[in-house]
């Protein structure tokens, strides 16, 4: 049996993660059991304390043991820590020197959501791709330089260490990770009996893209705005140096360093986040929005829509506007 530690973090924790986490890797014990076969997990919930007290004294977790009685596990499941994320790994810091040691004895570890933070602090993320919730992309990256977030993916698995995206995603890197660990015939079962879809992968569809103003390159900051608020237009680099007196190698560097995307991505970017606006709630067609966000290349506006989005304008259309569905 594989011995799996869902880790009980003090402070705001998800306990969707911990439950489900423990509900559904149970239930692959009672199909095994259910074919004749022997149960494959077995699971402990494992804190620092016999009590955890979440949201305010709302819930209360009991840990099957504590950390200190753990010698040895397969697969440390780490679930989202809410609150401010350095905060969260000094309360929990007895955990990180626990964690490195068994992924050194062979175990694997798993970070749900942005329990990326948590499992990055560990230093184990160094030069790994991750992923987490697209929201705090921004942060991760600026908290963790050498991680390689990989923000439009929703599952990560690299040298034995696995990361998911946004919240509820948890649960497709749990449908993997069963494939992986008991089989696809098992992992189509707990996709179907939880109705979780399968061979999800990404999260593109859902992010919404926030530009990263949290630096203090002023120059930087007023060719955001100026993209922002002109994005109907057709921008270009050399037309950013101009307007804001800096070179062109300059401008790319700087802003490249300050945002982590290139000029014409966040150009790009900027522009689909409209076109995506008026495709959710607009009764425009796809070529009036493209012409509204400054696009006039019609395979141009299409191959940049689907890179961002995972789906090309239409699909996006059909999947978050209900009334022009109607219509069509």
Known sequence: MK???????QGHTSLVNIEGTHQILSEVNILRTGMGKAPLF???????????????????????CLLKDVSRTDLIIIPAIHGQFIEAVETNREFLPWIVKQFNNGAEVASLCIGSFFLAATGLLTGKQCATHWRFANEFRALYPE?????????TDDDGIYT??????????????????????????????????????VQSPFIIFQGQKAHEDDTVKKAQEYIEKNFEEKITVDQL???????RRSLERRFKKATCNTVTEYIQRVKIEAAKKDLETGRKNVLEVMYDVGYSDVKAFR???????????????NKYNKEMLVLD
Request: aromatic share 10%; hydrophobic share 40%; glycine share 8%.
């Open 303 to 317: 191959t940049i829509f689907r890179k961002i989005t995972g789906l090309s304008p239409i699909e996006y259309r």
């Open 42 to 64: 077995d699971i402990q919930l494992v804190g620092l304390s016999k009590e955890t007290s979440q949201r305010d004294g709302l819930f209360t977790i009991k840990p099957d």
């Open 147 to 155: 991680v390689n977030l990989v923000d439009d993916k929703i599952i």
């Open 164 to 201: 998911s995206g946004g919240a509820y995603s948890y649960l497709n890197l749990l449908v993997y990770m069963i494939e992986k660990y008991a089989g696809r015939d098992i992992a189509i079962l707990i996709s179907k009996a939880f109705s979780i879809d399968f061979d999800r992968t």
């Open 241 to 247: 140096a101009d307007t804001f007196a800096v070179g």
């Open 3 to 9: 011995h799996v530690s869902i880790l009980i973090p």
